[in-house]
C-alpha cells in the first residue's frame, strides 16, 4: 500500500543558484503539504551514511564531496500518492532526458548536479525522512 508521504533535499546546488523558492513554490503548486522541513548541511559522516546504498559506485566520492559543499534543505512532503508524483514532478536524474517543466528540466545542471532528491519508493521515504527528522519535528 502506497503512502502519502515522501522525503527531498534540495540540493546543494539549488541554493547556490537561488532557486530555492521557485522549487519550493512549484512543490506546492503540485499539490504536496510540506509536513517537515529545515536547512542543515550534511557532514561526510552523514552524507556517506546516508548514501551508503551507492558505496560501491564509482560515483560514490563525488556524491559524498558534491552533498558535504554546502546546505542542503531537507523537507518531508505529503500528498496522496506522493513519491509518485514527487518522482514526476522532480523528472529523470539526466536534465537532458527529463520532461518539460519538470524542476531537473528546470533547475538541474547535469546527472551529477540535478537539484533535488526524490525518495524511489515508500520505505525509503520512511528511512530518508527519519535520517533527517524526528518525530517531533514532522507536523
Known amino acids: 500500500m502506497a503512502t502519502n508521504r ?3 533535499m534540495l540540493k546543494p546546488d539549488s541554493l547556490e543558484k537561488g532557486n530555492t523558492g521557485a522549487i519550493l513554490e ?5 499539490g504536496f503539504k510540506i509536513v517537515a522541513m529545515k536547512q542543515t548541511q550534511m557532514s561526510q559522516v552523514d552524507a556517506e551514511a ?9 560515483f560514490f566520492g563525488e556524491l559524498v564531496e558534491y552533498m558535504t559543499r554546502g546546505p542542503i534543505i531537507a523537507a518531508i512532503l505529503e500528498k496522496e500518492n506522493a513519491v509518485e508524483d514527487f518522482r514526476t514532478l522532480i523528472g529523470a536524474t539526466n536534465p537532458e532526458e527529463a520532461a518539460e ?3 531537473r528540466k528546470l533547475y538541474a545542471a547535469s546527472i551529477g548536479e540535478n537539484a ?8 525509503n521515504a520512511a528511512i530518508e ?7 517531533r519535528d514532522i507536523f
Open 26 to 30: 512549484k512543490i506546492n503548486a503540485a
Open 101 to 103: 517543466g519538470t524542476i
Open 116 to 123: 533535488v532528491h526524490g525518495s524511489d519508493s515508500d520505505e
Open 50 to 58: 546516508f548514501y551508503a546504498v551507492h558505496n560501491e559506485r564509482p
Open 6 to 8: 515522501t522525503f527531498t
Open 129 to 135: 525522512g527519519a535520517f533527517h527528522f524526528s518525530g
